[in-house]
């Protein structure tokens, strides 16, 4: 730009700074002037929905609310509850749906995806509801062969080749240190004195054939540390067996002096001990393939195996009897059991189980579990739930 150009441009703004002074002293124009360049990339901030706010302010509540609502109802079904379950198992043995509500497990409790070879022995049904139960109905209905729902054997019609009463004394013909306690009303075995009672002349007894053994006896609290394997009654080749975590039936050897071993567990804590408890244990062999030994503990099933056609080696004993409070198992290093014996109980006969596959439970509370025994397979399972 040259000198006369430069000094045009020079007036040209004092004139204008002038006029701009003379405008604003009179009131035309704003005495701040807004630079329109600048606004070209101002973003003004965006207001807020008065509706959107709203409906945040509404989710703040209703979402802690609906929660809250959720948990009490499913603790307290104020409208009641009414649900079926349905399981089945197809000719593969696959069971579907899978579920967590639902599902079967073998008797330890592993759940199980199918069962190709149907029931051997036992298995449960698991029902484990959305909802907290609380003295619901649950109504079973099993569908298949040679299954049923496992209910405690009928031993009022029984006749008992051996009862032997130990709460009002020693019976006769048994020989050993254990003694009568007229304070505890039984006959007290005691493991710091290693004391025991056999019954001479029976090697050979309890063991050629069928068999229900029944017991009612209270381990102390001795009985609690003393470990595992305390006999409560037995013959070598089969035993009842008390420990401080289990209560056991095993019979075995099976068949020859190799042959294989069963056994049943029904799980226990340190509530059980000190007080009295009852067991029902069975042996059922079978020609023809369908046998099973079967334990029960204070009315509750703690299980059923499968043993075919196997049968207890009776020369397995020896020339042991049957004995009470100490089994010379385990080359003789089993513990002794402390506390009282009341009664024992053997026949030749089996006890029989219901063959019931409807039944309706009744005050459940929380998880149910439905224990199915048998030699068969199931086709269906259907559990109606109400409360």
């Not at 001990?273 to 030994?293: D, Q, R, V």
Request: negative net charge; contains cysteine; proline residues 5%.
């Amino acid at each position: 730009m040259d000198d006369a150009s430069r000094h045009r441009q020079e007036d040209w703004e004092r004139s204008l700074q002038a006029w701009r002074a003379k405008q604003a002293k009179e009131g035309k124009i704003p005495s701040v002037i807004i630079d329109h360049t600048k606004m070209k990339n101002h973003t003004p901030t965006k207001k807020d929905s008065p509706i959107f706010t709203k409906f945040l302010i509404f989710l703040a509540f209703a979402i802690p609310i609906a929660i809250l609502g959720y948990a009490l109802y499913i603790n307290y079904l104020p409208f009641g509850y009414e649900k079926t379950y349905t399981l089945t198992i197809d000719q593969d043995g696959i069971i579907s749906p899978l579920s967590n509500e639902i599902y079967i497990t073998n008797a330890q409790g592993r759940k199980l995806l199918s069962l190709p070879e149907g029931v051997n022995g036992q298995v449960n049904i698991v029902l484990v509801p959305s909802v907290v139960l609380k003295n619901a109905l649950v109504n079973v209905d099993i569908q298949g062969e040679n299954v049923f729902i496992a209910t405690e054997p009928d031993t009022s019609s029984m006749d008992w080749d051996y009862d032997w009463d130990f709460a009002s004394s020693i019976p006769n013909g048994f020989e050993g240190t254990a003694t009568f306690s007229t304070e505890e009303g039984c006959t007290h075995f005691n493991a710091y004195n290693e004391e025991t009672l056999s019954l001479p002349n029976s090697k050979d007894l309890f063991e050629s054939g069928p068999m229900t053994i029944y017991t009612k006896w209270k381990p102390s609290q001795v009985s609690a540390m003393a470990g595992n394997n305390q006999q409560i009654v037995g013959h070598f080749n089969w035993e009842l067996w008390q420990g401080q975590n289990n209560v056991q039936f095993r019979v075995g050897r099976m068949n020859d002096a190799n042959g294989t071993s069963y056994s049943i567990s029904y799980p226990v804590n340190q509530d059980f001990f000190g007080k009295e408890h009852e067991a029902l244990a069975i042996y059922s062999p079978s020609e023809e393939g369908n046998g099973y030994i079967e334990l029960w503990i204070d009315d509750k099933v703690a299980g059923r195996e499968f043993i075919a056609e196997d049968v207890i080696y009776k020369d397995y004993n020896g020339e042991s009897p049957l004995n009470l409070g100490w089994s010379n198992h385990n080359y003789g290093n089993n513990p002794y059991f402390d506390g009282c014996i009341y009664q024992a109980k053997i026949s030749d006969e089996v006890a029989s189980n219901k063959q019931i596959t409807n039944e309706l439970f009744e005050n459940i509370n929380g998880t149910a579990t439905i224990p199915i025994i048998g030699n068969g397979k199931i086709s269906s399972v259907t559990l109606k739930v109400s409360q």
